[in-house]
């Protein structure tokens, strides 16, 4: 007895109702192909490392930890438009608004900026949707060897402002190393 089906794809397939002898419906067969599988990864090279001596070299398309970038003066480049949230699949950074006072002019470059900026790394998938949403390049997905850290309490998976913005002295290093070249 066959059934026509039609696929996602628009294609017709034409589906057969065959009826299993003895030996197919013990699925002796089934089983034993199974094992044979396993008994062949057995005998295969492990690919196991010895993390601290070795180390995996990564992908030249990583992405690590993220970081909110300054600018060449020193100030926060994030102007809190929402753009890098509404990108995010995972739903993963909030962010609150603030408007800047005339005394933190030196911090921030806009009117507006990110009083509060967190990413839930353990709802991140570092996709980098939220760093190519970002018409101001305030936030990047390093590609150092900075991994986000293991921990044991949920709490230290979110990481703020703290952990996010560039330090001050790396900021104006990367911009004296801008000019000398």
């Not at 197919?24 to 094992?35: Q, R, V």
């Not at 196991?48 to 060449?72: A, F, N, W």
């Not at 102007?79 to 911090?107: D, N, Q, V």
């Amino acid at each position: 007895m066959a059934i026509e089906t039609i696929s996602l794809s628009g294609k017709k397939k034409e589906v057969s109702n065959k009826k299993m002898n003895f030996w197919e419906s013990l699925y002796l067969i089934a089983i034993f192909k199974g094992l044979m599988i396993t008994i062949k990864h057995l005998f295969k090279r492990k690919v196991t490392i010895k993390y601290p001596e070795q180390t995996r070299s990564l992908s030249p398309v990583y992405r690590g930890q993220h970081t909110l970038m300054r600018d060449d003066e020193g100030r926060e480049r994030c102007t809190a438009c929402g753009l890098c949230a509404l990108s995010c699949p995972a739903e993963a950074i909030t962010m609150k608004a603030a408007e800047r006072k005339p005394e933190e002019k030196h911090l921030y470059r806009e009117e507006k900026y990110a009083e509060i900026y967190e990413i839930n790394m353990l709802r991140c998938i570092f996709c980098g949707l939220c760093e190519e949403a970002c018409p101001k390049q305030a936030i990047y997905l390093t590609k150092s060897r900075t991994m986000v850290k293991a921990q044991t309490d949920r709490e230290d998976f979110i990481y703020g402002k703290d952990k996010l913005v560039m330090p001050l002295d790396m900021a104006i290093k990367n911009t004296q190393n801008q000019a000398a070249n």
